[in-house]
């Protein structure tokens, strides 16, 4: 085994408290990389068709990034995979903090948990030691408590990921919270941590992480460091963090507000990074494990009727889903919010996303002020979402409904509402303006997690950052085409950049580097991943494993019975228009149909049905899977 | 002019860049434990306290090690130790009042922060430069410029100063 990796693979099994150490063949790391890619074969592996994603069959599968644990700028991310509580198919969340890189230094690469426990329980890692231990006295506890009494009972160097009351309660809106503040959040990924009574994993990790050529590592590392620190975007990421874009993004239409009515809103100062630097609610930058980015935020309202929130975040997509999205650009209210979310263990988009939903019911009179008991869901009302996120929590009243996620609830309170659930897949949409912005609106369609930009980020069709131009003319052929409004050559943006993002989260790398600042490029990471693991692997090859991990995503996808026809954005963001100005944007079947003919042409999957093809598949070494698929033909 | 390594606690955003590359460098592995250099993560505060060799001018360590292991060699302002002459007692760790001497299980010696022999590879990986190895008065330089301004601003508020 390369000695890079932590060289084995964890099993915890919680029904019948069986612990096991599987070896990490090389062959894996060669084909898929690591966290990401390696959770995708191995749930390929675990997981069948037809099982409840809430039952003991269903796996919830820990990556660290291939190179998480050593000094490659930004690499410390990990990935949790499982079938998905909100989504019923393939569910990646990816996130930061510290947690992976200690699993990896206590010689793991991955963990896999199986079953379910009969009462609540907790994990310990502490190098080779593992302990299975009773969870009764945290059970109930917000995330931060969890994570007190942890470092209380077994010491202040041990990092957690643990689910809050969300995900005790089965929220399918609920995230795992990686060391406090950071959130593996979408897809009800807690609910189904929460379903195995499994409260928190404590991780220690005293061990060392090798380098197969350390000099060369380490000049390809320090480059891609260098590089990143003079990226404009990376810089402006450490200023004002992931809020730095808001007033930008909302002065071309592309911040949605209003549930998706509209792509801006009024009053935006208050909801961007810059406000909260100036006003004073900024206190600190958080960097995740490597990273000199450090886009983290710490935040604390310390007057009003808020006094005393200590919050990470707000991000970007906060200050949308609970902020704009709800009309609300009260920033003390949705500091408040967003910090609850991070105690309960809620993911901050789909919970923004489902009350803002909810705000358009009681507008239109589904919802009365009887079944909110007395709280009015109008737009503006930031203190009416604070309440919201706890009843959601903690399963009060119209709370309960809402934690099963927008998809059920609009067809639990019935009527239209469906056509407002501004969610595809079970997936409530990422704060992101498709209408404006096409290739996000063909990769919406087709990831197969759902609706969002965290599996590709197309940002490059803005043509905002010569890096960014220079990538749409390698892979469309010219410049011209950086240009968000065209539907044309949106599939040959959206597979550079889908096969670069598996890449990015298989090494742990984050997409703030890569596909979005595009400071570390497939070149670097070829080059780092070849001298940590002695794997010599090209530019090309390394996007062909990316390519490979995306595939056996779609495949598994497509052994559930999902096609063509799931490939589908929300109804709202196909049926009503989007005003930019004097222009009418809107995304048409026709069109996202078109883009569907191009996207499955160049990735050789049947046009018909959206299935990859058995050349394909053997093309990308997934021949085994080609024969799952085809086992009829 | 001899140079410190000086750390802005209120810059560091506790990404363990320093922790790691300092393994790294010193012993070709990315470990906490084997590092130089440590982060403490007061996470309520949203604060991280680097904490490393302060390098002292009446160094503890050096005064208490029984066999004239620990020097401190005042032309480059750093304590260094002589790993020949190390005999793994721990008692530097004890001496020192940051917990900056760490004891290694396998060569049973003690390893602290060298300076990476003056070009430390923690200043070279952090991002936000909050540890800098600079000309040893520069952050008192600072610090009186800093003041000096905020005197300045609340005489201008008192009207002392137009």
Redo the contacts between chains.
């Keep these: 085994m390369s000695k890079v990796n932590g060289g084995k693979i964890l099993h915890v099994d919680l029904t019948t408290h069986k612990v096991w150490v599987e070896p990490l063949k090389e062959e894996l790391v060669k084909q898929y990389l690591g966290a990401r890619g390696i959770n995708a074969r191995l749930l390929w592996d675990l997981v069948k068709p037809g099982i409840d994603p809430l039952g003991p069959e269903n796996v919830l599968i820990f990556g660290t990034g291939g190179l998480s644990?050593?000094?490659a700028p930004s690499s410390?991310r990990t990935s949790v995979t499982c079938l998905g509580a909100a989504t019923n198919r393939y569910l990646k969340t990816n996130v930061g903090g510290?947690w992976g890189?200690r699993l990896k230094?206590a010689g793991y690469d991955h963990l896999v948990i199986h079953g379910a426990a009969s009462k609540p329980v907790y994990i310990v890692i502490d190098d080779d030691k593992i302990e299975i231990l009773d969870a009764d006295e945290i059970w109930g506890k917000i995330v931060?408590d969890t994570?007190k009494y942890i470092k209380e009972m077994h010491g202040n160097?041990f990092e957690t990921a643990c689910i809050g009351p969300g995900g005790e309660k089965l929220a399918k809106i609920a995230a795992i919270m990686i060391s406090?503040?950071f959130a593996a959040a979408r897809g009800g990924i807690g609910a189904v941590m929460g379903s195995k009574n499994l409260k928190a994993i404590a991780v220690r990790?005293?061990?060392?992480?090798?380098?197969a050529q350390?000099s060369r590592f380490?000049e390809a590392a320090?480059e891609a460091?260098d590089a990143?620190?003079k990226d404009v975007g990376a810089q402006g990421l450490?200023m004002y963090g992931t809020a730095s874009i808001v007033e930008g993004v909302n002065s071309t239409h592309g911040f949605p507000s209003y549930n998706f009515r509209q792509g801006h809103i009024d009053g935006i100062e208050s909801l961007t990074g810059q406000w909260l630097v100036e006003k004073g609610y900024l206190?600190?930058?958080?960097?995740?494990?490597?990273?000199?980015?450090?886009c983290?935020r710490?935040c604390?309202i310390d007057h009003g009727r808020y006094k005393g929130t200590?919050i990470?975040g707000p991000e970007y997509e906060t200050l949308s889903s609970l902020g704009s999205g709800c009309g609300v650009t009260d920033t003390e209210a949705v500091i408040k919010a967003g910090g609850l979310c991070n105690d309960y263990g809620l993911d901050t988009i789909s919970t923004g996303g489902v009350i803002q939903w909810a705000f358009e019911c009681y507008e239109k009179g589904l919802i009365s002020k009887e079944d909110t008991d007395g709280l009015e869901l109008v737009w503006g009302n930031g203190d009416a979402v604070v309440e919201m996120v706890h009843k959601i929590a903690l399963r009060q009243g119209l709370g309960d409904i809402l934690a099963e996620g927008t998809r059920i609830a609009s067809q639990r309170i019935g009527g239209e509402s469906w056509k407002w659930a501004v969610q595809s897949n079970g997936l409530e949409q990422s704060r992101v303006e498709t209408r404006a912005a096409k290739s996000y609106a063909l990769a919406f369609a087709t990831h197969s997690r759902g609706p969002d930009h965290l599996s590709t980020e197309t940002l490059a069709e803005f043509g905002l950052t010569p890096e960014a131009r220079d990538i749409v003319k390698k892979v469309t052929g010219d410049e011209k085409y950086a240009n968000p409004w065209l539907t044309e050559k949106r599939a040959e943006i959206v597979l550079w950049h889908e096969n670069c993002y598996a890449v990015t989260d298989a090494l742990g790398f984050c997409a703030f580097s890569s596909t979005l600042a595009y400071g570390v490029t497939p070149k670097n990471m070829a080059e780092m991943f070849s001298s940590a693991t002695g794997i010599e692997t090209t530019e090309d090859e390394i996007m062909e494993a990316g390519e490979r991990i995306v595939n056996l995503e779609r495949a598994f996808n497509i052994k559930l019975g999902y096609n063509r026809t799931h490939d589908v954005l929300p109804w709202r963001v196909m049926n009503e228009p989007l005003k930019v100005g004097t222009n009418v944007l809107m995304n048409s079947k026709q069109e996202l149909d078109k883009m569907l003919d191009d996207y499955y042409q160049l990735h050789g999957w049947d046009p018909d049905t959206g299935i990859p093809t058995r050349d394909t598949l053997q093309r990308l070494e997934l021949g085994d899977v080609a024969n799952v698929l085809f086992a009829d033909s | 002019m001899v140079e410190k390594l000086v750390i802005d606690i209120s810059k560091c955003?506790?990404?363990?860049?320093c922790i790691?590359?300092c393994?790294?460098h010193h012993?070709?592995?990315?470990?906490?434990?084997?590092s130089r250099i440590q982060v403490v993560k007061i996470?309520?505060a949203?604060?991280?306290v680097p904490l490393t060799c302060q390098h002292c001018g009446e160094a503890p360590c050096a005064e208490v090690c029984p066999t004239g292991a620990v020097k401190r060699d005042s032309d480059r302002n750093m304590v260094l130790i002589d790993e020949k002459k190390c005999i793994g007692c721990g008692i530097c760790g004890l001496a020192c009042p940051f917990g900056a001497i760490s004891y290694d299980d396998n060569s049973k010696i003690a390893f602290k922060c060298d300076l990476c022999n003056g070009d430390p590879m923690c200043v070279?990986?952090?991002?936000?430069k909050a540890i800098q190895y600079i000309e040893a008065d520069v952050p008192e330089k600072i610090k009186r410029e800093q003041l000096a301004h905020e005197l300045l601003h609340a005489l201008v508020q008192n009207g002392k100063v137009v």
């Design positions: 644990g050593t000094h410390g510290y890189a230094y931060k994570d160097d406090v503040s990790g005293t061990g060392s992480i090798g380098i350390p380490n320090m460091r990143l620190s450490y206190k600190g930058r958080l960097g995740c494990a490597s990273c000199g980015v450090s983290h710490y604390t200590k990470a | 955003t506790g990404c363990d860049s790691t590359s393994s790294f012993g070709g592995e990315f470990s906490i434990k084997k996470k309520e949203g604060v991280n070279k990986v952090c991002g936000p």
